[in-house]
């Protein structure tokens, strides 16, 4: 849940970010991550930040694009050197959970990934890893695309 409404509550422009802005995690995240998690990528069109149910079939040229995959990846590789794969304990009212910040960027490599899977056969290695990564962590993919 965290990690949706980190990314639908700010789809701004034709650019994306994993986080809205550096503030938007906890002090205890390393500033570095913080600060590579937000930044603007903007060869990707905010669309991909949208519930896959609603991105239109009209939509998938303008964002499975070759550009937009390489800043997700650029973004990634920033993000997984500043952030490590350590986890981060957030409390809030009653509720503890473990955050690792790394895998708020492995979400949105993730939703390009699966939004843009057209069949297995043209899933790169690094999707099939990332999916499977995904659902190591968060369960089943009920909601990728079937063709």
Do not use: W
């Not at 994306?16 to 205890?28: E, F, K, R």
């Not at 939703?111 to 790169?124: A, E, F, G, H, V």
């Amino acid at each position: 849940m965290l990690l949706h409404a980190l990314f639908t509550f700010f789809a701004l422009g034709a650019s994306i970010s994993v986080i809205p802005g550096a503030g938007y995690l906890p002090n205890d995240v390393r500033a570095g991550c913080r600060v590579a998690l937000s930044e603007n990528i903007t060869a990707c069109s905010d669309m991909l930040q949208y519930p896959e149910e609603f991105i239109p079939t009209s939509a998938l040229q303008e964002i499975c694009t070759t550009s937009c995959s390489s800043g997700l990846m650029a973004m990634y590789a920033k993000a997984s050197s500043a952030c490590g794969t350590g986890s981060v304990n957030i409390t809030t009212n009653v509720t503890s959970t473990l955050l690792v910040p790394l895998d708020l960027a492995g979400e949105l490599v993730y939703r390009y990934n699966i939004t843009c899977l057209q069949d297995m056969y043209s899933c790169s290695n690094e999707c099939k890893l990332s999916r499977l990564t995904y659902i190591k962590h968060y369960g089943t993919a009920a909601s990728a695309r079937k063709n």
